[in-house]
């Protein structure tokens, strides 16, 4: 009597878990796309996250770049984020979605906060450290999150104990490291740090060069090609840490001894690769843009991006039809300088107001090229980001034009001159940085005048309006009477 019994409710098991698995089938495609959270490998890339710093967000972005393009290149290890506790909870629910292994921790006091020149930004590097404590790995390859990836370098993890580049002929660099995880070896660090042992920088570049400081004298890393892991320590070829600088004088890579594995970008904060403005004053930033397109894509910055490009062009239509307004009547300028109204004109001598006026032109010009820069949000795509640019400053130009009652195409000129120094820049023309840098220079050279004479025409018109005005303002009142006469 059982018998059926069991076998009815096996059928049904069947069909509620048959139904559960296609449900569950699109998400489980979704899971497999994304590397498993928990995973069995024996190594990791990790990276830290902290908070405090005016950049947080795009170290952010930064981190979630490079972790994703390292899955796209398929490495053999795990993706951890050693992510402080105050990062926030929908940044680290992201890092889960991507398929990241989070590993909160708290914040590493640092007790040379109050050294001379110490850095603010680097108020909790030493959180770095916690990438001791990842125990459950052999070896851990832990990153700023300022690299791009060329290609695959896997073969990392067969480096011993510790790894690093020298990017500077006696310092090496932390932003890419080999280590083997090791309470001992977290143990002891933490301790030296908070016996406040000395550090150049205050930060982890200036900690671990004094705990590795006999890395120069160290044997050059050569992967075994039996895949066994060495022990000890190692230096790494340049080749996985390529300073951003050195491409910019050739503009291609030519660093002979390694594998040109791993670009990094050390020098000049505001002009790391994720930055809009970044390229193309310096190359390489459309490279690092690519990989962001190939991963997390733009979708946290287009919104506001069109929003802004709307305001901008509905701003320029409706200054453009004020203008045309303005131009067939013969109605006072917009900003009415009390001139030519007898008891004005005299109160304020007639030097003075004219200046006054060029200042407040000049102001209004420079601030037309400033509020948009701005209002871009900083990790836009470089076109989308100049492109947002160009237009929001051509939208307020017009609208300093009207008010001011400048000449059109002078107020233009810088915006033109803007326009090619962008094209000068980008084209993929030079054999090396410094011819490059030579055309720039020269077109610099050549556009300067225009600027002058810029200054020269609007300086011209806003004299040329105070001469007219009086005659304006006599005509009128010549009207009025005419008016009244009549
Ligand atoms: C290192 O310490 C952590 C936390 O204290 C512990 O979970 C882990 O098992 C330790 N690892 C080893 C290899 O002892
Ligand atoms: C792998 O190669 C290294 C030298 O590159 C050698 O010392 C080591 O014994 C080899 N290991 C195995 C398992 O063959």
């Known amino acids: ?163 690093a580049a020298f990017i500077n002929p006696c310092i090496f660099h932390t932003g890419l490291f080999v280590l083997e995880p090791s309470n001992e070896t977290f143990n002891a660090m933490l301790s030296d740090i908070q016996s406040g042992r000395e550090n150049r920088d205050g930060a982890d570049q200036g900690f671990l060069t004094a705990h590795f400081s006999d890395l120069l004298d160290k044997p050059l890393f050569h992967p075994p090609t039996n895949g066994t892991k060495l022990k000890g320590i190692y230096r790494l070829p340049l080749g996985y840490q390529m300073d951003a600088s050195y491409y910019y004088l050739k503009l291609k890579w030519s660093v002979p001894c390694g594998p040109n594995s791993v670009v990094t970008f050390p020098s000049v904060p505001m002009l790391k690769p994720w930055y809009w403005w970044a390229y193309p004053v310096l190359p390489l930033g459309l490279s690092w843009h690519e990989q962001r397109r190939h991963t997390i894509g733009y979708g946290s910055e287009l919104p506001l991006m069109a929003a802004e490009a709307l305001f901008y062009i509905i701003t320029m239509i409706v200054a453009m039809i004020v203008r045309q307004r303005v131009l067939t009547t013969d109605r006072p300028p917009l900003i009415k300088s009390c001139l030519g109204r007898g008891p004005c004109s005299i109160e304020s001598g007639s030097i003075v107001q004219p200046f006054l006026l060029k200042v407040a032109a000049i102001f209004a010009i420079i601030a037309s090229f400033a509020i948009p820069f701005v209002l871009v949000p900083t990790t836009a795509h470089p076109l989308m980001g100049w492109a947002l640019w160009l237009l929001g400053s051509q939208s307020l130009l017009i609208v300093t034009i009207n008010i001011f009652q400048l000449p059109v195409l002078p107020v233009l000129t810088p915006w033109l001159g803007f326009f090619g120094v962008l094209l000068v820049m980008a084209a993929p023309i030079y054999s090396n940085g410094i011819i490059r840098a030579l055309a720039i220079f020269g077109y610099a050279f050549l556009a300067s005048p225009l600027l002058w004479w810029m200054l020269t025409q609007v300086s011209a018109s806003i004299d040329l309006a105070f001469a007219r005005e009086p005659l304006m303002a006599y005509a009128n009142m010549r009207k009025k009477e005419m008016i009244e006469e009549w």
């Open 1 to 163: 009597m059982a018998e059926p019994k069991l076998t009815c409710s096996r059928v049904g098991l069947a069909f509620v878990l048959a139904t559960l698995v296609l449900l569950a089938g699109p998400q489980q495609a979704d899971a497999t796309h994304a590397p498993v959270v928990k995973s069995s490998a024996k190594n990791a890339y990790a990276t830290m996250l902290y908070m405090g710093t005016p950049r947080d967000y795009e170290f952010y972005v930064a981190a979630r770049v490079m972790l994703q393009s390292l899955a796209r290149l398929k490495v053999d290890a795990d993706l951890v984020v050693i992510a402080s506790s105050a990062v926030p909870i929908k940044w680290r629910r992201n890092f889960l979605k991507d398929g990241i292994r989070l590993v909160i921790v708290e914040d590493i006091q640092n007790p040379y906060r109050n050294q001379p020149d110490f850095d603010m930004r680097f108020m909790f590097t030493l959180n770095k450290i916690y990438a001791w404590t990842l125990t459950d790995y052999e070896r851990v390859v832990m990153l700023d999150v300022d690299n791009l990836f060329l290609q695959k370098a896997d073969e990392l993890f067969q480096c011993g104990e510790f790894c």
